[in-house]
């Protein structure tokens, strides 16, 4: 219950001759657009002047990071791809060519068009393969030019590893364990689905 | 005028009544077709007919034949539409026609008033009453005509009566043939009034002599009482209708209630 | 153009179908529509009679025309909505029966 | 022989040639008001605007400013779905755009140019027409602008659109009173309705801009503008807001294009029609070649210059206003017309009879004297009625009385 003392009377302000006619706004209005009629503009010329990106964490596109040897630093465990909540990761794995791994991604796609940025994928990676860059104009004329194949992947690492070195660039190789022949393509693709 | 050229005419006015009377809302939609296509030729034939009255004079005779027949269409479909809004546009058509008429005949302030004041402010207004009080097209009230029969009747035989004596004007006397320029010197004298062609007094002339200067010096030198008397009828109808509107009126006939959920976009009737 | 008829003519027929409008017509709207066209009809008499007489006194008679006109358009439009907001139809019969 | 005649009907043919230049230069004109309109509504808000559309590639990456915008926009326009819904009055929505487009092209027949050029042994008008009623032309031909509106909000059979045309009859109605008032003034003040004598009775010796000798009524005049054409703040009738986009919501492609630039066309009008009334058209003070008795052709281009600034000037001005002031309650609109223009207009109006009856309608000081004496005194009367500036106050409850000193504004 609301108490009559409670109860705050707000006046309305009793405008004078001058502004109610409208003139001293209107005076003061038109003094303040013609101010910033000629003020320094806050844009910028967009693809020829870019503006420096203020957080460095900026979850862009994704680029696939390559070890110390130039070789993909993916090994194909399908982490990524698991934990993406959207499904727009694609590996197909195959027997690795180098002694250090077991596998490596034959193939590796991603959907850009279908990706949230989320940034569960570069938290998953257990060798930092994958990562997301400060990359925002992400253009293209269709859609299939937005699906990422590994070259474009890897081209994006070669874009951006001086705008955006690679986080723990220690890691290069995966530890061989066990029998690398069990492994049946089967498996992989369970695990990809 | 010949005995021939009355004949057609009242012949051109009975396929006109013709016309109208079967183009009036109510009747069927072949009909209303007849009765435009009847009107259109009445109007064409008359339009032939003042062309042959007024052939040889000068080219102005073209023009009034086009307006003539653009305001006789458009008067026949202000009262035949179903539409009133198809209505109040076509009588800015005649009000432009008419308008034009005017400016042909050197009355140039008063064409442009009758656009100003008609077209520019009243017809708008008519317009705003119909949007306000019928927004949704055509309603039954227009569907059908009220005696359409008599109505064309008397309309068409008032016509006809006043042309009967069109035949007795002065115009065709034969003392106006012979000697035109004479006899309408002669009754600009009578008058009293300075001719078009010869202004006044010239230092009674602030705005020189054109059709609009003369007008206001004749308004406002003879006729200043009236033109008072004028202003006077203007504000006591604008007293008037602001008084007559501004009332809250008890409505006789209750507004419908709003339709249940599931009839919405049903028809729902009037009351 | 000196001749008289055709103006005379023009304006009778204006004026006859304005009449038939008004007397057939149910919508009070176009009743006075039709009205406005009989104005017409006389605006193009008198401006014809003015400059058949080579005078301006026709002009000026049309010039009070326009102002009742005007008045006339007020104040009939006035009723109607007033009419209208009383009975919710623009139909004249329903104002015919006379028991008030 | 034809070119005989073509000699003798030289004012004919040269009005032709004007009225084809004017046209096509006014319609180069309202493409471009778009973009200024896009361009100063970008800087007052500390953007940029559109600056990339230029002409192809044929200068590499140069980019023109963006001035090819135009001409992209119009293109998109044609090229766009043209939709006419299916429940709409076909003919009135069909009729509406074209009216308002038409209306707004005619009204430049009689607007002066550039006083008069010497072609030959012609002294010819730089103008398409010049009829006696020159004003009254204006007026009439600006009267008929609010069918488009009307037509266009009526025909679209949709609640939004059809607000948009009542209000716009009812305000276009409501403001061509003052206008008219305003306009009444300068004839009252130089006792002409020739366009081109209006022009000539602000340059002789002595005389002075009518902006100098009226400002009030100027003042009028641009205000009622604004309502005619129904820009900020009087755009009521497409308040995008409230209505959606009003009379226009319906309208797609080339209809909405028409209905866009007409509103642009109406302004260039207006913008002339003032420039005309109130600053001395063509000419500007003590500026050779600008003056009536300049008639070689080269200050026949130099004054159609200089108009066209002007009008370009007014039409900043239209722009400029519209990105700073907020648009006005309808209730505030119509009190505005009728409680403070008209009364205005009718003061203005009683003070030019008198200046005439004196017989000193051209003494610019004395003028300018009883236009400050009139400004104080609407100021005055203002002042004595009490504020009721919201209109909250005409149906609130009658508040409790204060019994003591509010405690706390935030309350427990």
Not at chain 3, 50 to 62: M, S, W
Request: aromatic letters at 10%.
């Amino acid at each position: 219950m609301i108490k009559d003392e409670d109860i705050v009377v707000v006046e309305e302000p009793q405008l004078s001759a001058a502004e109610r006619w409208y003139i001293p706004q209107i005076a003061d209005g038109m003094l303040v657009t013609l101010r910033h009629l000629f003020k320094k503009k806050l844009t910028v010329h967009y693809p020829e002047q870019k503006r420096d990106l203020v957080v460095g964490n900026y979850r862009g596109v994704h680029r696939l990071n390559r070890d110390d040897q130039g070789r993909v630093a993916c090994v194909a465990c399908f982490m990524c791809a698991t934990a993406c909540p959207v499904n727009c990761i694609h590996i197909e794995a195959d027997e690795a060519p180098w002694p250090d791994r077991e596998k490596y991604p034959a193939k590796f796609e991603i959907d850009e068009l279908r990706c949230i940025f989320c940034g569960m994928c570069e938290e998953a990676c257990p060798v930092d393969a994958i990562e997301l860059t400060p990359v925002h104009d992400l253009i293209s004329l269709s859609r299939e030019q937005m699906i990422f194949d590994k070259e474009k992947l890897l081209e994006m690492y070669d874009q951006t590893k001086n705008l955006k070195p690679r986080k723990n660039p220690q890691i290069t190789g995966y530890p061989a364990t066990g029998d690398r022949r069990e492994g049946k393509p089967a498996d992989n693709e369970e695990t990809a689905a | 005028m010949s005995s021939v050229t009355v004949a057609m005419l009242y012949m051109l006015f009975a396929l006109g009544g013709v016309a109208v009377y079967l183009a009036l809302p109510g009747g069927q939609r072949s009909a209303r077709i007849a009765g435009l296509i009847f009107g259109l030729s009445a109007i064409a034939g008359f339009a032939v007919l003042a062309a042959g009255h007024l052939f040889g004079e000068d080219v102005s005779a073209v023009y009034f034949c086009i307006l003539a027949a653009v305001a006789i269409f458009g008067a026949g479909k202000v009262i035949t539409h179903p539409k009133p809004v198809y209505s109040a546009l076509y009588f800015v058509l005649v009000v432009l026609a008419v308008a034009f008429l005017m400016v042909m005949q050197e009355a140039e302030f008063l064409g442009i008033a009758l656009i100003i004041v008609y077209a520019g402010a009243i017809l708008v207004t008519y317009v705003f009453v119909i949007m306000l009080a019928q927004q949704s097209g055509a309603s039954a009230v227009d569907g059908r005509a009220r005696e359409p029969l008599l109505a064309v009747l008397v309309g068409f035989v008032t016509m006809a009566a006043v042309v009967s004596q069109a035949g007795h004007l002065p115009g065709n006397s034969t003392a106006m043939v012979d000697a035109p320029d004479a006899a309408l010197a002669r009754l600009a004298v009578a008058d009293g009034i300075p001719a078009v062609d010869e202004p006044g007094e010239a230092d009674d002339e602030p705005l020189g002599g054109s059709n609009t200067a003369q007008v206001g010096f004749l308004l406002f030198s003879q006729y200043v009482v009236a033109l008072e008397i004028a202003g006077l009828l203007l504000l006591l109808a604008l007293i008037g209708a602001v008084a007559l509107v501004m009332k809250r009126v008890p409505r006789d006939v209750p507004v419908a209630p709003a339709p249940p959920l599931g009839e919405i976009g049903k028809e729902v009737p009037p009351f | 153009m000196d001749s008289l008829t055709p103006y005379v003519i023009l304006g009778a027929i204006l004026f006859a179908l304005g009449m038939v409008g008004f007397l057939s017509r149910r919508n009070l709207i176009v009743m006075f529509l039709s009205t406005e066209v009989m104005f017409q009809g006389v605006i193009v008499n008198l401006v014809a009679f003015g400059r058949f007489h080579q005078n301006l006194q026709g002009q000026a008679f049309a010039v009070f025309l326009l102002v009742i006109a005007a008045v006339e358009a007020g104040l009939a439009l006035g009723l109607v909505v007033l009419l209208y907001r009383r009975r919710n139809t623009l139909d004249a019969e329903a104002w015919s029966n006379m028991c008030g | 022989m034809i070119v005989e005649w073509v000699q003798g009907q030289a004012q004919l043919v040269f009005s032709c040639l004007l009225a084809l230049v004017v046209v096509g230069v006014m319609l180069l004109g309202v493409a471009y008001s778009i973009l200024a309109e896009r361009w100063i509504a970008a800087w007052v808000q500390d953007r940029r605007g559109p600056n990339r559309a230029g002409f192809f590639r044929l200068f590499g990456s140069f980019h023109f400013w963006g001035l090819g915008q135009p001409i992209a926009d119009g293109g998109k326009f044609f090229l766009k779905e043209d939709i006419i819904p299916d429940n709409v009055d076909k003919p009135l929505f069909i009729l509406g755009p074209a009216t308002i487009f038409i209306v707004a092209l005619v009204g430049f027949a009689v607007i002066p140019w550039g006083g008069q050029v010497q072609i030959g042994d012609a002294l010819l008008n730089v103008q398409v027409a010049n009829p006696d009623i020159g004003l009254l032309y204006v007026l009439g031909v600006g009267s008929l602008g609010v069918y488009g509106v009307v037509l266009g909000g009526y025909a679209s059979n949709n609640k939004y659109s059809f607000f948009g045309g009542i209000r716009a009859t009812a305000q276009m109605l409501s403001y061509e009173i003052p206008m008219g008032l305003a306009i009444l003034v300068v004839v009252l003040a130089t006792g002409q309705l020739r366009l081109e004598e209006i022009v000539l009775s602000q340059m002789g010796d002595g005389d002075v801009w009518n902006v100098v000798r009226h400002p009030l009524a100027c003042f009028l005049l641009v205000v009622t503008l604004f309502a005619e054409t129904s820009r900020t703040p009087f755009d009521m009738p497409e308040a995008e807001q409230e209505l959606v986009g009003g009379f226009h919501t319906e309208y797609s492609s080339m209809k909405f294009a028409l209905f866009f630039l007409a509103e642009y066309a109406h302004m260039i009008t207006g913008s002339a029609f003032l420039m005309v009334l109130f600053f001395g058209g063509w000419h500007i003070p003590f500026v050779p070649g600008l003056q009536p008795g300049d008639t070689a052709w080269w200050a026949m281009l130099l004054k159609m210059l200089v108009m066209a600034g002007k009008i370009a000037l007014m039409m900043v001005f239209y722009i400029w206003v519209r990105w700073t002031l907020p648009r006005l309650r309808f209730d505030q609109l119509m009190r505005l017309a009728w409680k403070g223009l008209v009364p205005l207009g009718l003061g203005l109006i009683a003070f030019a009879l008198g200046m005439l009856y004196i017989g000193k309608p051209q003494a610019w000081v004395w003028t300018l004297v009883g236009n400050v004496v009139i400004l104080a005194t609407m100021l005055g009367i203002t002042a004595l009625i009490p504020s009721r500036v919201t209109g909250r106050q005409y149906d609130m409850p009658e508040l409790p009385p204060r019994t003591s000193a509010p405690a706390s504004i935030g309350g427990p």
